[in-house]
């Protein structure tokens, strides 16, 4: 079965702490993006990767960090340098032009 | 212009209602576009493709105005299940550069009995 699959659903951290959020396609895609949407509100582009080895921050990446080291993995550390972490984190993948597919998402809470 | 903007809503019908929605969109080069669909705590889930001047399935039908660079969505005979957050977002050039994915916030849409 071909999907997009990121782990854990939910997270919990610490004040201080980096945590990583995994995202895992096997659908071939070329690029690869992460979102993260506060309650009622919409998705904000926090980084995307066109290709292995390249990625270019989005609109909130401050506080975050990515690696693309194969095409399958787009992982999203969340620093302690994100005032604010607490949201819902989605991965999605598209090849140029098409949709994208997500994955069912990660809750973090920082307790 | 704002890359994407949608009207929030929320947008309340009647069930057997018909409602739309518009979508305005700043890349003038970007030659695909589409309609998701997003529940309550859940990721988005595609609803409609775009990539010509319009799409129908079933209930929905998308539109895209190039010109004045907008793409509707109309839903007809709303059901109490469409009841769901409506995003748009146009994407990349066709076989070619995909770019970033910027969505629209969405617009709430609420069917009542």
């Known amino acids: 079965d071909g999907g997009i699959t990121q782990s854990p659903k939910y997270l919990f951290r610490k004040e201080g702490q980096n945590v990583t959020l995994s995202c895992e396609q096997n659908l071939n895609h070329d690029a690869m993006y992460w979102y993260r949407q506060d309650p009622g509100q919409g998705l904000r582009l926090i980084y995307y990767s066109q290709i292995v080895n390249d990625f270019q921050k989005g609109d909130i990446a401050e506080g975050y960090s990515v690696s693309r080291e194969k095409k399958e993995s787009f992982p999203l550390t969340v620093t302690s340098a994100q005032k604010n972490p607490t949201a819902f984190y989605l991965c999605a993948s598209s090849i140029a032009g098409g949709e994208a597919f997500f994955g069912q998402g990660t809750r973090l809470t920082v307790v | 212009r704002k890359e994407v903007e949608q009207d929030p809503g929320p947008f309340n019908v009647p069930e057997g209602a018909t409602v739309a929605f518009n979508c305005t969109y700043s890349n003038s080069a970007s030659q695909s576009f589409f309609w998701y669909r997003q529940d309550c705590r859940k990721e988005p889930k595609l609803l409609m493709s775009?990539?010509?001047s319009g799409n129908e399935d079933g209930r929905f039908t998308a539109q895209l105005n190039r010109a004045s660079q907008y793409i509707s969505l109309l839903i007809r005979d709303s059901k109490l299940s469409d009841s769901a957050t409506y995003l748009c977002?146009?994407?990349?050039?066709?076989?070619?550069?995909?770019?970033?994915?910027?969505f629209g916030k969405g617009t709430k849409l609420s069917v009542k009995p």
């Open positions: 775009v990539y010509s």
């Open positions: 977002v146009p994407g990349g050039t066709y076989g070619g550069s995909q770019g970033n994915l910027i």
